[in-house]
């Protein structure tokens, strides 16, 4: 507004007046929510009984995981932990062998001498389990981050094996992001498993030596333990309820933190005075995650504590129980006090073995999500043909009543499109933003598959085609290409170099009027792109523009792709580039996006799209004879008559 008002006054005067900016209107500000999170949506309703069937295959899966990352380590592992339970076992026999010797009937000597082999075997058990316990710990440590690697790389494995229009499916991002959290969480199951396996089995053997000691004193111990796994599982499944439905803002807050420092966005940030309002909804959104940590936490911290509440009311019970076994003459005092230190110990492995498998459940969850991606995203995983496409390309690339709607959305991005594209054809794509441009030419290469009537490389429908052979015969130049953070050589030749070597890299530059760009770099093709990290080198747009176009001529291959090409290149850089186009379009299919219609006219056909339909389709000298939305669209950009409101003619005089 201040600038509007600006140049009004200075009509008048020659001096503009200086208008002060206003400042943002009060109120609240808006706030940014996500419409919908349908992931968080499904798995929260999950109950604890549909968890804990879940968990066996969570944990087998963990296990196979586990197998294909050290199956060595695995086997130690598990037999350590094993070796220790039952030494600790034996420890604890020994301890109530040599209590009750110690505390027999009889002289000193005689119960030192009769302690004495229980004594002896106490010592050399828990050595014995102590190094057990310290080997397994060494071996879980060794495990656990080759599990995480390997969980990672599911993960991984399973995002590049999918469909491409897997990512513009809200569901798959997000079940992508609670899977990348499950996977951070495996070296936590490998752990748990570990302490809860160790803890089972010393409560087991305690829990024997108590049925041989009282067998009345059992039920009560398991009594004890009911209420305290009860408030402990189902404080962890609150706890990962409110991790679920916060899934979505914890997304838009480290998206937001992102965007919010990052230095592509720096200049944007600091021009557009955006810095207050983003850290306003950084900070509306941690409000709202925190008070649903804190509900959360609360009701955790009040079922938990009611679980040990009852537990020890149980424990009571127990003490109360071997109390009253003494008093009546029922047990005698040596057994009580044995009982007395095995009740302890089981109560101490209880503790412990509860504390991991509360742990264990908690993290099994976020791993049941790394679970649930992996299985999920089975309906996205690329299922093509194994029919490999022609190295020299398609002859011709037909569509019959093609359509593409994203998913999620009601309209179709593209629709009712019949074409036949034959290998030497250049075919200018044009339309007005938003037409199905870029979505017809990911269709084409087969980048999405058609959800309506299909497209056919030389009579081969191609989802019966290898889609890595499709590719392979494809050189693209997205609308928005990647700026590796690799050097210059990498950049153009993806880590692919042809046999030629650098002089391929250098051929492929200069076709693409890269070749100026190339020479200012200070150590030439290894120049590293990171601009980023240290010793790092960066372009101008424009000159990474011609870094991508270059990538595309060096694939040298028979289809040729490029979506808005020179938009961000000077006039010579167009001309250059356009030129030398039509130089390599020889004997390859050639499709190009433009809004520079003045580029079409080296077409041999335009294909102008509006609302995902293609309306025209001709020649350039046809389409600007037809007098459609192409001529009127060229007349516009040109300034011809009719279109340009500052110097065309027809624009009336009274105006
Ligand atoms: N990931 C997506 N999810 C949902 N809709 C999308 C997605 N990408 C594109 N669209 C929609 O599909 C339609 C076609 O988009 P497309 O990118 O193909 O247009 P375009 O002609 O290339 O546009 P432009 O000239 O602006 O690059 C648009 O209405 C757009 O909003």
Same mark, same amino acid.
Request: net charge neutral.
């Given at each position: 507004?201040?600038?509007?008002?600006?140049?009004?006054?200075?009509?008048?005067?020659?001096?503009?007046?200086?208008?002060?900016?206003? =400042?943002?209107?009060?109120?609240?500000?808006?706030?940014?929510?996500?419409?919908?999170?349908?992931? !968080?949506?499904?798995?929260?309703? $999950?109950?604890?009984?549909?968890?804990?069937?879940?968990?066996?295959?969570?944990?087998?899966?963990?296990?196979?995981?586990?197998?294909? =990352?050290?199956?060595?380590?695995?086997?130690?592992?598990?037999?350590?932990?094993?070796?220790?339970?039952?030494?600790?076992?034996?420890?604890?026999?020994?301890?109530?062998?040599?209590?009750?010797?110690?505390?027999?009937?009889?002289?000193?000597?005689?119960?030192?001498? #009769?302690?004495?082999?229980?004594?002896?075997?106490?010592?050399?058990?828990?050595?014995?389990?102590?190094? !057990?316990?310290?080997?397994?710990?060494?071996?879980?440590?060794?495990?656990?981050?080759?599990?995480?690697?390997?969980?990672?790389?599911?993960?991984?494995?399973?995002?590049?094996?999918?469909?491409?229009?897997?990512?513009?499916?809200?569901?798959? @991002?997000?079940?992508?992001?609670?899977?990348?959290?499950?996977?951070?969480?495996?070296?936590?199951?490998?752990?748990?498993?570990?302490?809860?396996?160790?803890?089972?089995?010393?409560?087991?053997?305690?829990?024997?030596?108590?049925? +041989?000691?009282?067998?009345?004193?059992?039920?009560?111990?398991?009594?004890?333990?009911?209420?305290?796994?009860?408030? !402990?599982?189902?404080?962890?499944?609150?706890?990962? @309820?409110?991790?679920?439905?916060?899934?979505?803002?914890?997304?838009?807050?480290?998206?937001?933190?992102?965007?919010?420092?990052?230095?592509?966005?720096?200049?944007?940030?600091?021009?557009?005075?955006?810095?207050?309002?983003?850290?306003?909804?950084?900070?509306? $959104?941690?409000?709202?995650? @925190?008070?649903?940590?804190? +509900?959360?936490?609360?009701?955790?911290?009040?079922? #938990?504590?009611?679980?040990?509440?009852?537990?020890?009311?149980?424990?009571?019970?127990?003490?109360?129980?071997?109390?009253?076994?003494?008093?009546? &003459?029922?047990?005698?005092?040596?057994?009580?006090?044995?009982?007395?230190?095995?009740?302890?110990?089981?109560?101490?492995?209880?503790?412990?073995?509860?504390?991991?498998?509360?742990?264990?459940?908690?993290?099994?969850?976020?791993?049941?999500?790394?679970?649930?991606?992996?299985?999920?995203?089975?309906?996205?995983?690329?299922?093509?043909?194994?029919?490999?496409?022609?190295?020299? &390309?398609?002859?011709?690339?037909?569509?019959?009543?093609?359509?593409?709607?994203?998913?999620?959305? @009601?309209?179709? =991005?593209?629709?009712?499109?019949?074409?036949?594209?034959?290998?030497?054809?250049? $075919?200018?794509?044009?339309?007005?933003?938003?037409? &199905?441009?870029?979505?017809?030419?990911?269709?084409?290469?087969?980048?999405?598959?058609?959800?309506?009537?299909? $497209?056919?490389?030389?009579?081969?429908?191609?989802?019966?085609?290898?889609?890595?052979?499709?590719?392979?015969?494809?050189?693209?130049?997205? #609308?928005?290409?990647?700026?590796?953070?690799?050097?210059?050589?990498?950049?153009?030749?993806?880590?692919?170099?042809?046999?030629?070597?650098? #002089?391929?890299?250098?051929?492929?530059?200069?076709?693409?009027?890269?070749?100026?760009?190339?020479?200012?770099?200070?150590?030439?093709?290894?120049?590293?792109?990171?601009?980023?990290?240290?010793?790092?080198?960066?372009?101008?747009?424009?000159?990474?523009?011609?870094?991508?176009?270059?990538?595309?001529?060096?694939?040298?291959?028979?289809?040729?792709?490029?979506?808005?090409?020179?938009?961000?290149?000077? !006039?010579?850089?167009?001309?250059?580039?356009?030129?030398?186009?039509?130089?390599?379009?020889?004997?390859?299919?050639?499709?190009?996006?433009?809004?520079?219609?003045?580029?079409?006219?080296?077409?041999?056909?335009?294909?102008?799209?509006?609302?995902?339909?293609?309306?025209?389709?001709?020649?350039?000298?046809?389409?600007?004879?037809?007098?459609?939305?192409?001529?009127?669209?060229?007349?516009?950009?040109?300034?011809?008559?009719?279109?340009?409101?500052?110097?065309?003619?027809?624009?009336? =005089?009274?105006?």
């Amino acid at each position: 507004m201040g600038q509007v008002t600006s140049s009004t006054s200075s009509a008048v005067s020659p001096v503009p007046v200086p208008v002060p900016v206003p =400042a943002p209107a009060p109120g609240p500000p808006p706030v940014m929510r996500l419409k919908d999170d349908a992931h !968080a949506g499904t798995n929260a309703r $999950i109950n604890t009984r549909a968890i804990a069937g879940r968990l066996p295959s969570t944990i087998r899966r963990a296990w196979l995981l586990s197998w294909r =990352a050290d199956c060595r380590t695995l086997l130690a592992l598990v037999a350590c932990t094993l070796a220790c339970a039952v030494l600790t076992a034996l420890a604890l026999r020994s301890t109530s062998t040599l209590l009750t010797a110690l505390l027999a009937s009889g002289t000193a000597a005689h119960r030192l001498h #009769q302690a004495l082999p229980s004594l002896l075997v106490v010592t050399t058990t828990a050595c014995g389990s102590y190094l !057990a316990d310290a080997s397994a710990r060494l071996a879980a440590a060794r495990l656990a981050p080759r599990v995480r690697r390997e969980a990672d790389l599911a993960v991984i494995t399973t995002s590049v094996d999918a469909e491409l229009g897997a990512y513009e499916d809200a569901g798959f @991002e997000d079940g992508r992001f609670a899977a990348t959290k499950g996977a951070e969480k495996m070296p936590e199951l490998i752990n748990g498993a570990q302490t809860l396996v160790s803890a089972a089995a010393q409560l087991l053997a305690a829990v024997t030596v108590v049925a +041989t000691l009282h067998a009345a004193l059992l039920p009560l111990l398991v009594l004890a333990v009911v209420p305290r796994v009860w408030g !402990a599982v189902r404080a962890a499944r609150l706890d990962h @309820e409110a991790a679920h439905r916060s899934l979505g803002d914890t997304r838009l807050r480290s998206v937001l933190a992102q965007y919010t420092t990052d230095r592509g966005t720096a200049a944007e940030l600091r021009s557009g005075t955006m810095g207050r309002f983003l850290l306003e909804q950084y900070r509306i $959104i941690s409000a709202r995650l @925190e008070a649903e940590q804190l +509900t959360a936490a609360r009701r955790a911290a009040l079922t #938990q504590g009611s679980g040990d509440l009852l537990a020890t009311l149980a424990l009571a019970a127990v003490w109360a129980g071997i109390l009253y076994l003494t008093l009546t &003459g029922s047990m005698v005092v040596a057994t009580a006090a044995t009982t007395v230190l095995v009740v302890r110990t089981v109560n101490a492995s209880l503790t412990s073995g509860v504390r991991a498998s509360a742990r264990l459940f908690a993290t099994s969850l976020y791993v049941t999500d790394w679970a649930t991606f992996l299985d999920g995203a089975g309906e996205w995983t690329m299922r093509r043909g194994t029919t490999p496409a022609l190295a020299a &390309g398609p002859t011709v690339i037909r569509t019959r009543e093609l359509a593409y709607t994203y998913p999620g959305q @009601e309209t179709a =991005a593209v629709e009712g499109a019949n074409l036949e594209i034959r290998r030497g054809e250049v $075919i200018a794509l044009v339309g007005e933003n938003g037409s &199905g441009k870029t979505t017809l030419a990911r269709l084409l290469t087969g980048l999405y598959l058609p959800t309506a009537g299909e $497209i056919t490389w030389d009579d081969i429908n191609i989802t019966d085609l290898d889609p890595e052979t499709v590719w392979r015969a494809t050189a693209m130049v997205p #609308q928005d290409y990647t700026r590796w953070p690799l050097a210059a050589r990498e950049n153009i030749t993806l880590g692919q170099p042809l046999p030629d070597g650098d #002089q391929a890299v250098h051929a492929a530059a200069e076709m693409a009027g890269a070749d100026v760009v190339l020479k200012k770099l200070p150590d030439g093709l290894d120049t590293s792109l990171a601009r980023s990290w240290w010793g790092g080198h960066d372009l101008s747009g424009g000159q990474w523009q011609r870094i991508a176009i270059a990538r595309a001529f060096h694939r040298d291959a028979p289809v040729l792709v490029l979506d808005e090409p020179t938009a961000a290149l000077d !006039a010579r850089g167009e001309h250059q580039v356009f030129s030398r186009l039509a130089r390599l379009a020889a004997g390859r299919t050639t499709l190009f996006v433009t809004h520079r219609l003045a580029n079409t006219r080296l077409a041999d056909r335009i294909l102008v799209l509006k609302d995902g339909r293609i309306i025209e389709n001709g020649s350039f000298v046809e389409l600007l004879a037809a007098d459609g939305l192409f001529a009127e669209l060229y007349r516009l950009q040109e300034g011809g008559p009719e279109g340009d409101p500052v110097h065309g003619a027809a624009v009336p =005089a009274s105006a």
